[in-house]
């Protein structure tokens, strides 16, 4: 009889899926033959095609030994011994390979888990430095903002110093105008001092009042009258933006005219002479017409200009 190759006689068993008795008598006649021959299998052998072979195939592989080792039994085999220890290494190599497969696996979702949290630690560190670089922009941009807003309120408040100033300049120069022209007024004749306080008056006026317009657009306080929110969509009139100002100047313009009028007329003649002539109450009457038509004509005026 040739000699049996183990390794074949192995193989047959892990083939024999439909666990063919025939076969499996066939390969136990020939482990019969090698056993007679040989003392012992070599355990490698049976590691080797375990670890090659699939789980199912395995299975089949231990089904057919387990009906080889009943064989043997029946038989009262020489050989029980040897396909117990055969049954025990294909146990034992199935036990390990599963245990290095489990091992394996488990190793490998450890490093695909510590793969995915160091992906996830970077992305999430590249997303905190973004995020840090976006915060140090919007910081920047604040800091610029702040340094910006600084320097307008330092050139806003020089600026409204020196629109007080200039107030208080034109104020009491003004008025120390006013005192030096209300200082002579015995020696100075009633008209001109109507007329040049008038105008002295008015000049003050007009100065102060250039200077908080201005101090108004540096705030950007409203100085106008009127409900319109700015400057650019406001199309009210001078007496609807100002009317305090126009009722000045108009009353202002009024002691004007007087004064002038005294130029033409003496009054204090017209007084004395009252009595006496008729033509002074015509005087007097004409001058009080001109003035009342002053008046109501202004009055009239400035109530169109306000409902306009």
């Not at 004749?189 to 002295?200: E, Y």
Request: hydrophobic share 45%; charged share 20%; proline share 0%.
């Amino acid at each position: 009889m040739e000699e049996v190759n183990f390794e074949e006689q192995l193989l047959k068993l892990s083939n024999n899926f439909h666990v063919d008795n025939s076969i499996n008598k066939e390969i136990y006649d020939q482990l019969e033959y090698f056993y007679s021959i040989n003392s012992r299998h070599e355990y490698f052998r049976i590691s080797q095609l375990v670890f090659n072979q699939g789980d199912e195939t395995n299975e089949v592989m231990e089904l057919n030994l387990l009906y080889i080792i009943e064989l043997a039994e029946t038989n009262q085999s020489l050989f029980i011994k040897n396909y117990k220890k055969l049954y025990d290494h294909l146990r034992l190599g199935i036990t390990q390979k599963k245990y290095i497969e489990d091992h394996l696996n488990r190793i490998t979702n450890e490093h695909v888990a510590a793969k995915n949290e160091i992906q996830s630690a970077i992305s999430e560190a590249t997303a905190a430095i973004s995020n840090i670089g976006l915060q140090a922009d919007n910081q920047s941009e604040k800091l610029n903002e702040i340094e910006k807003h600084s320097r307008k309120i330092t050139s806003d408040f020089v600026s409204i110093l020196g629109i007080f100033s200039s107030v208080i300049f034109a104020a009491f120069g003004g008025l120390e105008i006013l005192k030096n022209i209300l200082g002579n007024i015995e020696k100075v004749q009633t008209g001109k001092l109507l007329v040049f306080s008038s105008i002295t008056i008015g000049a003050i006026i007009f100065l102060v009042f250039l200077l908080l317009n201005g101090l108004s657009k540096l705030t950007g306080l409203k100085l106008r009258s009127c409900n319109c929110d700015s400057n650019e969509s406001c199309s009210c009139n001078l007496v609807q933006k100002h009317p305090s100002i126009v009722i000045i100047y108009m009353i202002i313009l009024f002691i004007f005219m007087i004064g002038v009028t005294e130029y033409f007329l003496d009054y204090r003649t017209l007084i004395n002479d009252l009595i006496n002539t008729w033509k002074s109450w015509i005087k007097l009457l004409i001058v009080f017409l001109l003035s009342l038509l002053f008046i109501i004509s202004s009055t009239i005026w400035f109530r169109k200009k306000s409902d306009a």
